[in-house]
C-alpha cells in the first residue's frame, strides 16, 4: 500500500528558504516519476514541479522556477524539494505524488498523494 510522509514545512520569513522531504513507501520508487502539488488555502490544486525515476527529466511551474529544485534519492526512497527565495504566495499545503504533472487532475489524486505539508511565508 502506498505510504508518502511529507516533512520540513514550517514559518519562514519572506525571502528564506525551506528544504521539503517525502519518504516513500509501499511501492518500487525507483520505478515512478513523482511531483510536488500545493494547495493554498481556498484554492484548487497546483502542479509545482516534477522529476522522472532517474531524475534526467525535471519541469518547474513558472511561478516556482529558477526559486525550487527538486531531487530525489531512490536509494533512500526519499523525494525533496529545496525552496529558495520563498515568497508569501508560496504558502500553502504542499503534497509530494505519485505521478507527474496533471497527477492533481486525477480522479484518485488522495490515492497517491501523502497529507502533506504546512509552508507558511510571513513576516
Known amino acids: 500500500q502506498l505510504q508518502l510522509v511529507e516533512s520540513g514545512g514550517g514559518l519562514v520569513q519572506p525571502g528564506g528558504s525551506l528544504r521539503l522531504s517525502c519518504a516513500a513507501s509501499?511501492?518500487?520508487?525507483?520505478?515512478?516519476?513523482m511531483s510536488w502539488v500545493r494547495q493554498a488555502r481556498g484554492k484548487g490544486l497546483e502542479w509545482v514541479s516534477h522529476?522522472?525515476?532517474?531524475?534526467?527529466?525535471?519541469k518547474y511551474a513558472d511561478s516556482v522556477k529558477g526559486r525550487f529544485t527538486i531531487s530525489r534519492d531512490n536509494a533512500k526512497n526519499t523525494l525533496y524539494l529545496q525552496m529558495n527565495s520563498l515568497r508569501p504566495e508560496d504558502t500553502a499545503l504542499y503534497y509530494c505524488?505519485?505521478?507527474?504533472?496533471?497527477?492533481?487532475?486525477?480522479?484518485?489524486?488522495?490515492?497517491?498523494r501523502g497529507q502533506g505539508t504546512q509552508v507558511t511565508v510571513s513576516s
Open positions: 522529476i522522472s525515476r532517474g531524475g534526467g527529466d525535471i
Open positions: 505524488a505519485r505521478g507527474g504533472s496533471g497527477v492533481e487532475r486525477l480522479g484518485n489524486f488522495r490515492l497517491v
Open positions: 509501499g511501492f518500487t520508487f525507483s520505478t515512478y516519476t
